[in-house]
C-alpha cells in the first residue's frame, strides 16, 4: 500500500512550485538515468504514460525493441533540497521499467530485486538491509575537472580543521535528512579525503532506492562546495579503499528469524544457514558486489579488505561479521561489497545466495576468530579459508559458473552484464600503463 496517492503526489508538486520532475531508473551498471517532464506531464506520468528510448541504455534491449515504459513507484517521490538557478523546484520518482505489453522488462535492475524479495516473501521472509557506503572527497581544478588531490589530512574519526570535508559531509546530511533519509552516523573515514555517512536501515527495495540517491545526492552537494565525490573503491594507491559494508537481516511474522536466545551465538539456524550460503556463492557474487576494475585494487590484504571466506562474531578479517546486537537487532554483515555495485542486483544476490543456504540447511564453516590477516598461507589450508577472486575477469568466470546467482539476475541481465565485464576487462589488459613505463622503458 502507497504512502502517496496519485492525488498526493500532484498536490505536493504544486504547493512546493515543482517545476520538473526527474523520472529515474538505473541501468544494469547501476548507473541512475532519468527523463524530465515538466509539471504539465505529471499527471500523465503518474499513469504511467511516460515512454522512452531503451536501445540507448547500457545493456537494456535492441534497437527494434526500444519502446520501454517508465512506471513510477508514488512513495519515491521527493524534492530535492536544491534549487536550479530558474526557480522553482524539482523532484524525482524512481520508476520501475515495463515492456509496451505491460510487463516488467526482465533487464531493469530494480524488477530483478523485486523478483528475489518475491521468492522471500513466499518463503515467509521479509528482508531489512542497511548500507555503508565510503567516498571520497577530492579537490577540483581549474578547469573544473577531478584530481586525486585531498582537502586534507584527516584520519579515522578526526575533527577539523584537520577534516575540512566536514562542511560538505554536514551539507550532505542535512539534504539526505531533507529528502526523508534517518542518517545514523557521519564521519572521516581512514584515508585523507574519505567519509562515510550511514544511513539507518530499511526494507531492501527502499535501501536500493536509498543508496542510488544517496550517491547522486553527495556528488550534487560536494559540487556545490567545490568538491568532487567518487565512490570509486580505490583512488589512492597506498591508502585504504572504499568499502560499502551491507548489514542483512530476515523477518518472519513481524521477529527477526535469525535471533534464537538459546543459541551460543544468539543465532537461529536460520542465520546459520543463510551465512552459509553466502559464503558458498561469495565468489561468484563478487562480479556483482564488487563489478569494477579497480574493485580489486581494494581487495588486497593489508587495508582491511576483507577477502578471505570466513565469518566470525569478533573478527573485522572475517567476509562476514555478526555485529554485537541481539533481538530485532540479529544481523549479518557482508564486508566485501564496495559502492561502484548496482544496488538492486547486489541486494537480490545476496538474497538469492542465502535463501539457497536456508532452502538447502546449508551449514558455515566453523568461525574463524583468529587474524586471517597474520595468518600462515599453511594455517588458511589447515582452516580451509579460500579467497574472493583477484580481479573481475575471474570473478565474471565464477558467475557464469554459478546458477543459483545466476538465476537471481535472470537470463537478459546476466548475459548483458557479463559481455559489458568481458569488454572492460580487454580494454584494461591491453592498456600500457605509466607503472609499465616507469618499469620498463629506461631498464630493457
Not at 13 to 25: G, L, P, Y
Not at 160 to 177: F, T, Y
Not at 267 to 281: D, E, F, M, V, W
Not at 423 to 431: A, G, K, L, N
Request: net charge negative; proline share 5%; with cysteine.
Amino acid at each position: 500500500m502507497s504512502k502517496y496517492s496519485k492525488e498526493d503526489i500532484l498536490k505536493m508538486a504544486e504547493e512546493k512550485n515543482v517545476k520538473f520532475i526527474r523520472m529515474q531508473f538505473t541501468d544494469i551498471l547501476g548507473i541512475v538515468k532519468n527523463v524530465a517532464i515538466t509539471a504539465k506531464q505529471l499527471e500523465d506520468a503518474l499513469d504511467n504514460k511516460i515512454m522512452f528510448d531503451g536501445s540507448s541504455i547500457d545493456g537494456f534491449t535492441r534497437i527494434q525493441e526500444s519502446d520501454m515504459y517508465l512506471r513510477p513507484d508514488y512513495d519515491t517521490f521527493t524534492i530535492f533540497p536544491w534549487r536550479p538557478e530558474e526557480g522553482g523546484a524539482v523532484a524525482r520518482l524512481i520508476c520501475d521499467v515495463y515492456t509496451p505489453d505491460g510487463k516488467p522488462f526482465s533487464g531493469g535492475p530494480r524488477n530483478v530485486l523485486k523478483e528475489a524479495l518475491k521468492e522471500a516473501e513466499e518463503m515467509g521472509y521479509d528482508m531489512n538491509v542497511g548500507p555503508e557506503p565510503e567516498f571520497f572527497l577530492f579537490q577540483l581544478d581549474e578547469n573544473g575537472d577531478a584530481t586525486t588531490k585531498t582537502h586534507d589530512d584527516g584520519g579515522y574519526f578526526d575533527l577539523g580543521p584537520i577534516d575540512k570535508g566536514i562542511n560538505a559531509r554536514r551539507s550532505i546530511v542535512l539534504a539526505l535528512e531533507e529528502m526523508g533519509f534517518e542518517v545514523e552516523a557521519s564521519h572521516h573515514e581512514v584515508a585523507p579525503g574519505q567519509h562515510e555517512i550511514d544511513f539507518k536501515y530499511a526494507p531492501a527495495l527502499k535501501t536500493a532506492d536509498n543508496i542510488a540517491t544517496f550517491k547522486f545526492v553527495t556528488k550534487a552537494i560536494a559540487h556545490e562546495h567545490g568538491l568532487h565525490a567518487t565512490f570509486m573503491p580505490k583512488p589512492i594507491f597506498g591508502e585504504n579503499g572504499s568499502g560499502m559494508h551491507v548489514h542483512q537481516s530476515l523477518f518472519k511474522d513481524g521477529e527477526n528469524a535469525f535471533y534464537d536466545e538459546d543459541d551460543r551465538l544468539g543465532l537461529s539456524k536460520t542465520a546459520y544457514h543463510y551465512i552459509g550460503g553466502l559464503l558458498k556463492h561469495a565468489r561468484a557474487m563478487a562480479a556483482i558486489t564488487n563489478p569494477s576494475i579497480n574493485s580489486y585494487k581494494r581487495l588486497v590484504p593489508g587495508y582491511e579488505a576483507p577477502v578471505y571466506l570466513s565469518w566470525s562474531s569478533a573478527n573485522r578479517s572475517a567476509l562476514i561479521r555478526i555485529p554485537a546486537a541481539r533481538g530485532n537487532g540479529t544481523r549479518v554483515e557482508l564486508r566485501n561489497p564496495d559502492p561502484t555495485a548496482n544496488p538492486y542486483l547486489a541486494i537480490a544476490v545476496m538474497l538469492k545466495a542465502g535463501l539457497d543456504g536456508i532452502k538447502n540447511e546449508i551449514e558455515p564453516p566453523k568461525e574463524v576468530l583468529e587474524n586471517i590477516y597474520e595468518m600462515s598461507l599453511e594455517r588458511k589450508n589447515e582452516l580451509g579459508i579460500e579467497s574472493l577472486p583477484g580481479n573481475i575477469n575471474d570473478a565474471v568466470n565464477l558467475l557464469l559458473e554459478d546458477e543459483v546467482i545466476k538465476s537471481a539476475l535472470g537470463e537478459h541481465v546476466m548475459e548483458h552484464f557479463a559481455a559489458a565485464k568481458k569488454v572492460e576487462w580487454d580494454e584494461y589488459r591491453t592498456q600500457v600503463s605509466q607503472w609499465e613505463l616507469d618499469s620498463y622503458l629506461t631498464k630493457f
